[in-house]
């Protein structure tokens, strides 16, 4: 199977702080393939890497077997990658369509004046891309507050409305940043229920963070374990889970009954 992305030996360092060490895995085509490790152990750092906001001093990032030592964020999302944020980025004030709708600005060929126009060719564009955003609406289960400003949805919709904004670039390549923080049982199930549809229906492969180890354990194909910076562990979800440096530093060791 196709590597979609290879992380090479990556370093990055903030003045004398290492955030990331010389870290290395590589994500195939379809897999959900997670990011765990505690608080500070660099999983933020190392998607800000892939998606072009940090620069590393050290190291490469392949997309597609095209290997890049820097990208922009524009760069990265030109070539199929989308990302939503442990905290959320939407448009506070807008609606759930035109949050999702801004999604598609990637996409949009029309220039500024006839978008403004609302004329010819930008009104037949600006309709399809919105027939594209009410799909995902319906997708996500989210039509009762499409019209709604984001401010008004619970987190949880919140959550979903990011997912959606972040889908709306059509990504190949999908980085989701601890998508069911703050979310409640039913909440984390609806999530994860969408994360795997979108893998198995849009084929799209995923990164994902995510604390909650029934999560990940219940929905990963691999993962890849980070500790104050340093890989520690990389396998199948059991293979992670044996491990004895994986257990020491993040998993624990369950309780006698």
Not at 97 to 120: C, E, F, K, T, V
Request: with cysteine; net charge negative; hydrophobic share 40%.
């Amino acid at each position: 199977m196709n590597a979609v992305l290879e992380v090479e030996n990556i370093s990055l360092r903030f003045g004398g702080v290492s955030a990331l060490t010389d870290i290395s895995f590589d994500v195939r085509e379809g897999e959900i393939r997670s990011i765990i490790g505690p608080n500070g152990a660099g999983k933020s750092s190392m998607l800000n890497c892939i998606n072009g906001v940090y620069r590393p001093q050290a190291g490469t990032i392949a997309l597609a077997g095209r290997t890049f030592h820097h990208m922009s964020p524009h760069q990265v999302a030109c070539m199929g990658v989308a990302r939503t944020f442990q905290n959320l980025a939407l448009f506070k004030g807008m609606s759930v369509l035109d949050n999702i709708m801004a999604g598609r600005n990637l996409h949009m060929r029309s220039n500024l004046l006839l978008q403004a126009l609302h004329w010819g060719p930008a009104r037949r564009e600006e309709h399809a891309h919105r027939e594209e955003a009410e799909r995902i609406i319906e997708f996500l289960e989210i039509q009762p507050w499409r019209k709604s400003p984001v401010a008004q949805l619970p987190y949880g919709l919140q959550k979903r409305v990011d997912l959606g904004r972040a889908l709306a670039m059509e990504p190949r390549l999908l980085l989701l940043d601890e998508p069911m923080a703050g979310m409640n049982h039913e909440e984390k199930r609806d999530m994860c229920r969408f994360i795997l549809d979108v893998n198995a229906q849009f084929g799209t492969t995923i990164v994902l963070i995510e604390h909650d180890m029934g999560v990940v354990m219940d929905i990963s194909d691999r993962v890849v374990v980070l500790d104050y910076g340093k890989k520690i562990g990389d396998g199948s979800p059991e293979q992670v889970r044996g491990n004895e440096e994986v257990i020491r530093a993040y998993l624990g060791t369950p309780e006698p009954a």
